[in-house]
């Protein structure tokens, strides 16, 4: 069924895991995810940026996500990612999205504060949970581009907690959006100690972290070797963001894994097809790529496998 977060994050606290939030932008995506997370009898998190209600339509998304959740059977959360304002919310919420991000990160604090408010009184009114950002990540945040990372501080996330009434917190501890994170010689690390001073400060208050994707040079080397021309992508390590889930996260989102992996599988369709020209080959072997990449978070980065 379509759900709340607020069960999946309660039990992922405590059985020192997290949930998996995906995006999704058309059928083959969505299909992808939920066949990955079915397969591995995972709870999982379908999530839309405003690009994504605007590129497919928040009606065939949610449609789409409702048929998802009947076929599957498992839980199923449907989030609007990076919400940028209450109108978006708003559409968000009408369009039967059960958890909503208002990503006021790049607002001073007080701003950040005054909106996220806003945000939270109107959603809860209408059974909607809200992730809020307190802290910039590094690169490119949405349409912000940070240059470098503002790491959240713990006693200002406790306060932002306790002043807004977020049901979850995004929060900057060293990850970073798309494919490019990190120079190609620098060495990514994520704070364990701020994530755990917030543990700590907020205990049970579930924590998200944005731009976990790994970016697995295979996958990279895959879209090169069949025509892509991607260079020094660089991800965060598997081994961080397991660790990260064993702790006070609860929410690890990824969309660049998707689309590289997509991408690759697609790339070596054409090329090893030229011949080919039905969608359904071509997209199909992109799903099929997706399900993967999902299988594996579930076992290697999530630990959400048997856990509905
Ligand atoms: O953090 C942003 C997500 O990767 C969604 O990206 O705005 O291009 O859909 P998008
Ligand atoms: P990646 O770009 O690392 O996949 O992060 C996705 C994300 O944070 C979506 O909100
Ligand atoms: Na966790
Ligand atoms: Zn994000």
Do not use: W
Request: aromatic content about 8%; proline content about 5%.
């Amino acid at each position: 069924p379509l759900v709340t977060t607020k069960e999946m994050f309660k039990k992922a606290y405590e059985g020192g895991y997290a949930i998996g939030a995906f995006n999704i932008n058309n059928l083959e995506i969505l299909q992808g995810v939920v066949r990955g997370a079915k397969a591995k009898n995972s709870p999982v998190i379908l999530q839309c940026s405003t690009s994504a209600l605007k590129y497919a339509g928040p009606k065939y998304l949610r449609a789409m996500v409702e048929a998802a959740a009947e076929e599957t059977g498992i839980d199923i959360a449907l989030h609007l990612d990076h919400g940028p304002d209450l109108e978006a919310v708003k559409l968000a919420i009408a369009s039967g999205f059960t958890s909503v991000m208002f990503d006021g990160s790049h607002y001073d604090f007080e701003e950040n504060v005054r909106r996220t408010k806003e945000v939270v009184e109107y959603a809860h009114a209408h059974g909607v949970v809200v992730e809020a950002e307190l802290g910039v990540l590094a690169g490119v945040e949405d349409d912000v581009v940070a240059a470098e990372h503002v790491y959240t501080d713990p006693d200002q996330a406790v306060e932002f907690v306790e002043r807004t009434g977020c049901d979850s917190l995004a929060i900057a501890i060293g990850t970073s959006h798309g494919a490019f994170k990190f120079p190609p010689d620098y060495e990514p690390q994520l704070r364990f100690d701020i994530l755990e001073e917030i543990q700590r400060k907020l205990p049970n208050f579930p924590i998200v972290l944005h731009g976990a994707s790994a970016v697995d040079p295979e996958t990279v080397e895959m879209c090169n070797k069949y025509g892509g021309n991607i260079a020094n992508a660089k991800g965060i390590p598997v081994e961080m963001l397991r660790k990260a889930a064993s702790m006070a996260v609860c929410k690890i989102n990824m969309d660049t894994d998707l689309r590289l992996a997509m991408t690759a599988a697609i790339r070596k369709v054409f090329a090893e097809n030229p011949a080919e020209f039905d969608p359904r080959k071509y997209l199909g072997a992109g799903r099929d790529a997706i399900q993967k990449v999902v299988e594996y978070k579930i076992e290697h980065v999530l630990g959400s496998a048997n856990r509905l």
